[in-house]
């Protein structure tokens, strides 16, 4: 009798709550990749920092917000001096200057509209002051949002991009 119970409570369950969803290998909508093209720098060097969207989805990437910001231990080292100093935008048709830059908001930088299956790429320049200190890491995270023309959006987030080690010269 108590196996009979047990399969009616098993079969209630599923039939309110349905089976455990399967395994899927879709790609996310819209996919966030970072790279550098150093690992480390110096004081007074320069590192630029890329930040890729690619829109995986059959509709277009209507629009796109997006922050970058230094991690928690990034912000306490009293000694670390860097800036962002430059961005570009970087599009099918060519590299162009960001527009609307602020501190930490990235959003109008992406050009959307991005087709199906294209990229869209955000390079800043950080600039690490001559006489900032040195052997710490310099670490960011990112959030983004996008929304799509199918009336759908995607977020992601916190996102870590690479760490960049400032080493003494």
């Known amino acids: 009798?108590?196996?009979?119970?047990?399969?009616?409570?098993?079969?209630?369950?599923?039939?309110?709550?349905?089976?455990?969803?399967?395994?899927?290998?879709?790609?996310?909508?819209?996919?966030?990749?970072?790279?550098?093209d150093s690992a480390t720098t110096t004081p007074g060097g320069t590192v630029q920092l890329s930040m890729?969207?690619?829109?995986?989805?059959?509709?277009d990437v209507l629009f796109v917000y997006q922050t970058?910001?230094?991690?928690?231990?990034?912000?306490?080292r009293p000694d670390l001096k860097y800036s962002f100093t430059g961005?570009?935008?970087?599009?099918?048709?060519g590299s162009?200057?960001?527009?609307?830059?602020?501190?930490s908001n990235l959003g109008q930088n992406y050009g959307a509209t991005i087709p199906p299956g294209q990229s869209r790429t955000v390079t800043l320049t950080l600039q690490v002051a001559?006489?900032?200190?040195?052997?710490?890491?310099i670490g960011f995270y990112s959030y983004y949002y996008a929304e799509f023309s199918d009336a759908t959006n995607t977020s992601g987030g916190?996102?870590?991009?690479?760490?960049?080690?400032?080493?003494?010269?």
């Open 52 to 59: 890729t969207l690619t829109n995986n989805k059959t509709y």
């Open 96 to 103: 162009t200057p960001c527009a609307g830059t602020g501190p």
């Open 130 to 137: 001559a006489d900032s200190g040195c052997n710490g890491n």
């Open 68 to 76: 970058i910001e230094p991690t928690w231990l990034t912000t306490q």
């Open 158 to 169: 916190p996102v870590f991009t690479p760490e960049t080690r400032v080493l003494c010269a």
């Open 1 to 36: 009798m108590r196996r009979l119970g047990l399969t009616a409570v098993l079969g209630l369950l599923l039939a309110v709550f349905g089976p455990a969803p399967s395994a899927s290998a879709d790609p996310a909508p819209a996919a966030l990749t970072f790279t550098a």
């Open 87 to 93: 961005c570009a935008l970087t599009t099918a048709a």
